[in-house]
């Protein structure tokens, strides 16, 4: 990729590409003073920008251009004094145009397939073993749950060391009230309703929490013979049918937070009483939804900051939401040896009721990690895989 023309127009340098099919590209003034790769702006070792805010001027100018290398280069002399020397490889894989931009939107995660009841047959399915094993396997693993919201794992051994292992394999175990993992087993006296054998009504994780644990993994040891599906279902595809027929609820949805909150005495923290805020839906910067939270069983029952005249508006809202989801649910009964991992803020998951004779018993182990350490290991494979290069 070289340059054929370099030049400035109304604050911003353009670059004539010599591949004729490539359409020229610009650069504004401020963004490339402040991208400056020497060793003085910034350093190649831990890749970061030395440049201080302090010393950027917001109305710096490009005095110079000069081509070198044959046009594999453009130097830059500004009107602060300083030059800059940019390759027209970073520079072409910077571009301002739209659909490099949303190339570059990926690193910061894949884009949603929303899905129904229709992805009853086409749950991705992993095998455990080969996760553990192959890199490739690993980030396709990964990406479905960024993708889906939703995959399965065969072939765990059944003990209680495999969450820890692969969770190793992507960063390490979220901890929370519960410890780093927690037993999913009846309780005579439960701090959870998971420890009990009845119906679960569909939720999220931990919305009790400012910051609720991301994605969720399950792994079923043993199995009730009677009952025990889990339903799961994509609170995404939810919402966005909310939103086209129903703006009012949608709105709802968005804007009221619910109170939320949990007690207990575990061993990983004591006593605890945890309690937060947050609207059913929260939406990102691209007005795209971000994550959900929804869990009736920690819904506050004693306090609530929600207005009197929401009230009741609030529970038709989750009503609805959660009348849709049931709709577009799908069932899976885990075997001994399947793990469902699943995003815990987009996949709401429930339980049908189960029954365990004399001697039975039926054991989840559980356990988190967050999207920050996923995309992390996503970006380091495909580096590692592919040679994908981010700076």
Same mark, same amino acid.
């Given at each position: 990729m070289k340059i054929r023309q370099a030049y400035t127009e109304d604050g911003y340098i353009i670059i004539v590409w010599q591949d004729t099919h490539l359409s020229d590209d610009k650069y504004p003034y401020v963004y490339l003073r402040d991208c400056c790769l020497c060793t003085t702006c910034f350093n190649h070792d831990s890749k970061q920008r030395m440049f201080l805010l302090n010393d950027l001027d917001v109305e710096v100018k490009a005095n110079e251009l000069q081509l070198e290398k044959e046009g594999e280069c453009v130097s830059i002399e500004w009107s602060d004094g300083h030059r800059s020397t940019f390759e027209s490889d970073w520079l072409r894989k910077r571009s301002f145009k739209s659909d490099e931009i949303h190339k570059r939107e990926l690193l910061y995660g894949e884009e949603h397939v929303s899905w129904g009841k229709e992805f009853q047959s086409s749950i991705p399915t992993f095998n455990f073993q080969k996760v553990m094993?192959?890199?490739?396997?690993?980030?396709?693993?990964?990406?479905?749950?960024?993708?889906?919201?939703?995959?399965?794992? %065969?072939?765990?051994?059944?003990?209680?060391?495999?969450?820890?292992?692969?969770?190793?394999?992507? !960063?390490?175990?979220?901890?929370?009230?519960?410890?780093?993992?927690?037993?999913?087993?009846?309780?005579?006296?439960?701090?959870?309703?998971?420890?009990?054998?009845?119906?679960?009504?569909?939720?999220?994780?931990?919305?009790?929490?400012?910051?609720?644990?991301?994605?969720?993994?399950?792994?079923?040891?043993?199995?009730?013979?009677?009952?025990?599906?889990?339903?799961? !279902?994509?609170?995404?595809?939810?919402?966005?049918?909310?939103?086209?027929?129903?703006?009012?609820?949608?709105?709802?949805? %968005?804007?009221?937070?619910?109170?939320?909150?949990?007690?207990?005495?575990?061993?990983?923290?004591?006593?605890?009483?945890?309690?937060?805020?947050?609207?059913?839906?929260?939406?990102?910067?691209?007005?795209?939804i971000h994550s959900v939270f929804l869990?009736?069983?920690?819904?506050?029952?004693?306090?609530?900051?929600?207005?009197?005249?929401?009230?009741?508006?609030?529970?038709?809202?989750?009503?609805?939401?959660? %009348?849709?989801?049931?709709?577009?649910?799908?069932?899976?009964?885990?075997?001994?040896?399947?793990?469902? !991992?699943?995003?815990?803020?987009?996949?709401?998951? !429930?339980?049908?009721?189960?029954?365990?004779?004399?001697?039975?018993e039926r054991h989840l182990e559980g356990g988190y990690f967050d999207w920050d350490e996923a995309r992390s290991r996503i970006r380091v494979l495909r580096e590692t895989l592919f040679g994908e290069r981010y700076f």
């Open positions: 094993t192959d890199d490739q396997e690993l980030l396709d693993w990964l990406l479905s749950i960024d993708k889906f919201g939703l995959t399965v794992l %065969t072939n765990v051994p059944c003990n209680d060391q495999q969450l820890p292992l692969l969770a190793g394999r992507v !960063a390490y175990l979220k901890k929370n009230p519960f410890g780093e993992t927690f037993t999913v087993i009846s309780k005579a006296k439960p701090t959870n309703l998971a420890y009990t054998p009845v119906n679960l009504g569909f939720h999220t994780d931990q919305s009790y929490l400012g910051y609720p644990p991301e994605i969720q993994m399950l792994q079923c040891i043993k199995q009730a013979k009677v009952g025990g599906e889990n339903l799961l !279902a994509d609170s995404f595809h939810a919402v966005k049918i909310i939103r086209e027929k129903h703006p009012d609820v949608f709105q709802i949805l %968005t804007s009221v937070p619910i109170d939320s909150y949990a007690t207990g005495n575990e061993k990983s923290v004591g006593m605890f009483h945890a309690a937060y805020r947050h609207p059913v839906v929260r939406m990102d910067a691209h007005d795209t869990n009736p069983g920690s819904r506050n029952v004693s306090t609530t900051t929600v207005p009197l005249e929401m009230i009741k508006p609030l529970y038709a809202a989750i009503k609805l939401l959660n %009348t849709i989801l049931n709709e577009n649910m799908v069932k899976y009964k885990m075997a001994k040896g399947d793990m469902l !991992a699943f995003n815990n803020n987009r996949v709401l998951h !429930a339980r049908v009721s189960y029954q365990l004779k004399e001697g039975e």
